[in-house]
């Protein structure tokens, strides 16, 4: 593995930037088999709608994805830092954690103000054909300038506010797992027995169980620099069990979990599945290909742009497209080709127009602030 740019990682954050895109355009337009939240469905009928359109109901619940994205979140500077043994990486990213996260969220935010100030949001109507709750659960309050900018300053970093844009919920989220896997990298560093603050932490994480994730990244961004440091190889069929453990764990039915959470299964899926993206020769040549590392270099824009693309124009040319005599299948295979092109071209203007110069000044603020 390059690990001057971990490819094969920012392969598999591309891979999972797609995966959360296509995952929401399933909910929107063919939500089958859909048991979370605004799903309309009771608690007691959630087993019989989840396999009555079993597999397809693995993908429309298939929010796994983002959870890899808090371990990789976890993994990059743990590793870093096993690696070169130094903690300037995690100094700067202590920093300006916040700042990192504040300009791209704000532009999100902003994006979708415009849009919906104009009347471009048409998920009501798109929630209303498809009888599609989770479509009209979206943009229902008063939009306003004052209360855009204090979301992106506060609410939303801080709180998970996501009336702008649902993929925001989770931006809390990110500010305290990264914070959190600082304070494990740090806590942890110089312990030759670092499992044992591992085994603590993880049993910690069943009060907090999203932040798995997290500590599955660290745990193997620890594992993968050892092995390296060692010239240990895992034999291929060890990556390929590990790889499709990590799997069919990440993508357990919640309905079979009982009271295990959903989330503490998805940090440990992540965990394995790194474990054997950063180990697996086979793995690193396909995570490393041209498109899925520009993916990876994308996938925040990505994930930040494409709810906005997908209530306004995909939404648009659906109900156009049904108004025209469309039948729903063809409707579904235009608009989601359509989506490719539309997505792709947001991505790159949100991150040459804001994610860039967002860096750059994050930068400039570390300078002044050191």
Known sequence: MKSSRLEAVDG?????????????????????????????????????CYFNYFPYSVLS????????????????????????????????QITVRYFRLLFPVAGCILLALMVWKAGCFFNQELGKLLNNNWDKAFYTAEPS???ALYCAVYKTPFTGNSDYCSVLWCMNLILYGSYFSYLAIMGSAMLKK??????????????APAYTAFLGGIVAADIVVALNKRNITLPNYLNLLLLAGGVVIGNFPEVWL???S??????????MVLISCCN????????SGRFLVKAGEYSFTLV?????????????????????????????????????????????LFYQLIEKPSVRLTKWIYRQLM
Request: proline share 2%; hydrophobic share 60%; charged share 10%.
């Open 145 to 147: 300038i004052a209360d």
């Open 258 to 260: 009982g009271k295990v």
């Open 304 to 348: 930040l742009s494409h709810f906005t693309v997908m209530m306004s124009f995909s939404a648009w040319l659906f109900l156009k497209l049904h108004n025209g005599g469309i039948s729903y299948v063809w409707n579904i295979v235009i608009v989601f080709l359509t989506a490719v092109p539309a997505n792709w071209l947001a991505g790159f």
């Open 12 to 48: 598999l954050k591309g891979l999972c930037g797609i995966w959360i895109v296509l995952f929401h355009y399933l909910l929107a337009y063919a939500a089958f088999g859909y048991i979370g939240w605004q799903s309309g469905v009771a608690a007691n009928d959630r087993a019989e």
């Open 262 to 271: 959903v989330f503490t299964v998805y940090g440990i899926g992540a965990f």
């Open 280 to 287: 697996s020769v086979w793995m690193q040549k396909i995570l």
């Open 194 to 207: 670092r499992y044992l603050i591992y085994g603590g932490l993880f049993l910690l994480t069943f009060a």
């Open 61 to 92: 619940n298939g929010s796994w994805p983002l959870y890899i994205f808090f371990a990789i979140i976890a993994f990059i500077p743990a590793f870093i830092f096993f690696r070169d043994r130094t903690f300037e990486q995690l100094h700067r």
